[in-house]
């Protein structure tokens, strides 16, 4: 069988729902390249340094590759794609260069095509992602490795707002909590929380397909094994309280979602959130603050941030 490798030229804040497009549209995986991505590498997987300026990578925008089989007629698919990115300005994102373009793959070449675009990433000193066809070995007894398969779902830890998310996940997580991973993806958030200490994590998606991805990943990694994942639209209907929530989705998704996360995150607790581009941060922060929220750390990559939230404990006045 052959296939074909649809790529979209966009913008880095766009990632997520251009990929989300995607995937809606049927296809059989896909594969992020990101002028940002680089930020995320500080070296290889021997240690050494990486040399960004001659890297192989595309310097400016982002790229959204998709592989479709050769059952799908896709002149029908393309126009509806290419309205959803034209409307992405009404979402509040820059749709980038927003070209389509399509190149034929052949089988052979199908099955290894979008795994150039991933390579361990060393998200700390205690943390490093590596894909599942790469072999790696640790550095030092503290570093923690999340086997991830990326290829059908985005959130693999390169896209800076995965990144920061790690990074307060790391800081925020003590050890004995419960976690409620919103927006799951590819599930990478679930696995780093159990590495971080989480006694219960749950995760959600929107995205049957998600969903799945998410459940194959979690069974790469072993101390994941009781990571609970279904389906659900955000928080709507979920009961079970938490020491901590998490949601890397889109800005105007978290402003949805804020008044459930009051609701079911503990007294003390924290709602992390990220995919947000500071031009986004005054609107999320507003939100936050009407439901009670105050702002407890920042998290900052280029245009990329991470906010953690805390709900205030409950005092007794005397």
Known sequence: ??????TIETSSEAVEAVSHFLM??????VAIEDALDLQAYESDAYGELVDKENMLHIKEGAKVMAYFPETVFLPEIVPTLQHHVNQLPSFGLDKGAGKIS????VEDDWATAWKKYYHPVHVSRFLTIVPEWEKYEAQHADERIIVMDPGMA?????HPT???????LEVTLRGGETVLDVGTGSG???IAAKHFGAKNVYAYDLDEVAVRVAQENLDLNPIAADVQVAANDLLNGITQTADVIVANILPHIIEKMIPDAWNLVNDGGKFIVSGIITEKESAVHDKMQEVGFKLYQKFQQEDWLALIYEKPLITEEA
């Open 102 to 105: 399509l190149n034929d793959v």
């Open 188 to 190: 990478v958030l679930s």
């Open 154 to 158: 985005f959130g693999t830890g390169t």
């Open 1 to 6: 069988m052959e296939w074909t490798e649809l």
């Open 162 to 168: 995965t990144f920061l998310t790690l990074h307060a």
């Open 24 to 29: 809606e549209a049927g296809a059989s995986g």
